[in-house]
């Protein structure tokens, strides 16, 4: 990991995100960039003057940042300013600057702000190709010592190990295998058994410390959020389909439960976003 890309609206769940880029740019050697946009205004006479003076106040902000991180870190910090939707400038910018890694702060949703458009991390999420952390802002951990690994039957689930066992090893975290069986149908838990032991198997070629669990629930995401808490891991890490779709915004699905409701972080994997890695699974 060479490059993380950090979403900055100077709100605390960002500067919480920050904080965490810091420590994580630390165990790769990578570098941090800070992405702060500018959102679209008014079409009248002020919006130029009005984008200018946003333009102005974040980069002294930014500039300020650098200057607090950049003697605790090995790599280099940067940042970018950019004009547009929140969203779509992030997931941009970690196109053309090829991120490893985006991370980005969160409110959480509850009630019925969830069956509505959703926030702005969510959007990245769902739009980005590449790993998205999210870190709630009173999320007050350095580092992730236990991770939460959820494993259902689909093919995709087990693309995600690769990138977590890769942080896992960075910051000696533990990872909890959670293999949830959604139904009765014992073809389906036997692929799920099988994929827990491929998991396994793969953690611990890699000398990461892990242990295997298993739960029934027809709901994957508050199977995963229960056993979280459980377990007191500080890290869910789940599989999230690219979908820019908005009948995926609206109604939502069980990665965007996840990331609304879970108090831990939650690290996000496409199965594109793992088209350079190579796995050593076994198709089922």
Do not use: W
Request: proline content about 2%; overall charge positive.
């Amino acid at each position: 990991m060479k490059n993380i890309l950090v979403a900055i609206d100077f709100s605390a769940s960002s500067m919480n995100a920050l904080r965490i880029a810091a420590n994580t740019a630390n165990l790769f050697d990578a570098d941090i960039l800070m992405v702060n946009v500018c959102k679209p205004c008014s079409n009248d006479a002020l919006y130029p003057v009005t984008r200018e003076m946003h333009r102005k106040e974040a980069r002294k902000r930014l500039e300020k940042l650098v200057e607090k991180f950049q003697n605790k870190l090995k790599g280099k910090i940067e940042y970018k300013i950019r004009n547009g939707h929140v969203y779509e400038e992030i997931v941009n910018q970690a196109k053309y600057s090829d991120s490893d890694l985006i991370i980005a702060g969160t409110h959480g949703i509850s009630g019925l702000e969830e069956f509505f458009m959703g926030s702005n991390a969510f959007r990245i999420v769902t739009t980005s190709h590449c790993p998205t952390l999210t870190i709630r802002e009173d999320y007050k951990g350095d580092t992730f010592s236990s991770i939460l690994l959820p494993l259902d039957a689909s093919r995709d689930t087990r693309q995600k190990i690769t990138f977590s066992s890769r942080l896992a090893k960075a910051f000696g975290s533990k990872v909890h295998i959670l293999g949830i069986y959604q139904n009765t149908n014992q073809k389906d838990q036997h692929k799920i058994n099988i994929y827990c032991k491929q998991a396994k198997d793969y953690l611990d070629r890699h000398g990461v410390e892990n242990e295997t669990h298993y739960t029934q629930s027809r709901k994957v995401a508050d199977a995963a959020i229960e056993f979280a808490k459980k377990l007191e891991t500080n890290l869910i890490s789940i599989m999230s389909e690219i979908d820019s779709s908005a009948f995926s915004r609206v109604l939502g699905n069980q990665a965007q439960r996840i990331v609304n409701h879970s108090g831990s972080p939650v690290l996000c994997v496409h199965a594109k976003s793992l088209f350079n890695y190579q796995t050593t699974f076994k198709g089922v």
